[in-house]
């Protein structure tokens, strides 16, 4: 089984400065989605970005990007210009390529604080 | 923009008591999906559905469980016997189709079960 693992429970930033948010993940298959959604503190689940295992070119969105490791398994997220709304729980999840309805997987969770 | 929506915000319930939470998805996509927040922990997946049936479903989904599509917008999540660790947020989410990989999800309902 896959597992996505988010080793910092807890990042601080300040305005306009950038962060980095590590994750990694585990798995046997080559071709899979990664994505970053962020929850503020209203719960909702708001998808940031989103990588391609067959893509080698890292996704980018805006002040966000990601830095994908395919050999490392690692995908981390980069937020450039950190404003006050950034400031939310970042989850990484992970879904299978393979054909069907397999559902993400997400890591625990990195909450963000942005400090002015 | 469409968006999925999820009613009812706030449900608090009884242990024992029966309890349906409604989603309605973005009308055009085919793969639903239901996970749950425990306050505090990570979200974690429940059940799948598509084309009218359960396409997989995690351990946590047992007999106390449901899903249901009744008719052509609404996808209801069924508890039968609520129990007191079934308190958390529960989120729903659509998928357009096979070829489109993210996961739209609505605002959760925040479930407490007394």
């Known amino acids: 089984a896959q597992t996505v693992t988010q080793s910092q429970p807890e990042m601080s930033v300040q305005e306009a400065e950038t962060v980095t948010l590590s994750c990694t993940y585990d798995t046997s298959e080559s071709d899979y989605y990664l994505f970053w959604y962020k929850q503020p503190p209203s719960r909702q689940m708001i998808l940031v970005i989103r990588q391609e295992a067959y893509k080698q070119q890292n996704a980018t969105e805006n002040r966000f990007s990601v830095n994908f490791q395919k050999a490392a398994k690692s995908f981390s997220l980069k937020i450039s210009d950190s404003q006050l709304g950034d400031a939310a729980m970042y989850f990484c999840a992970y879904r299978s390529g393979n054909s069907g309805n397999t559902p993400l997987v997400f890591g625990k969770g990195t909450r963000l604080s942005v400090i002015a | 923009e469409p968006e999925v929506t999820q009613t009812p915000s706030h449900q608090v319930t009884q242990m024992g008591q029966e309890v349906i939470l409604r989603c309605v998805p973005i009308?055009?996509?085919?793969?639903f999906y239901w996970y749950r927040q425990i306050l505090g922990q990570k979200v974690e997946f429940l059940v799948s559905?598509?084309?009218?049936?359960?396409?997989?479903k995690s351990e946590i989904f047992d007999d106390q469980f449901s899903v249901e599509r009744p008719d052509g917008s609404n996808f209801t999540l069924k508890i039968r016997s609520t129990k007191l660790e079934d308190s958390a947020m529960y989120f729903c989410a659509s998928r357009l189709g096979p070829y489109q990989e993210t996961q739209y999800f609505g605002p959760g309902t925040r479930l407490l079960v007394l």
């Open positions: 009308s055009n996509h085919l793969y």
């Open positions: 559905f598509y084309n009218n049936e359960i396409s997989e």
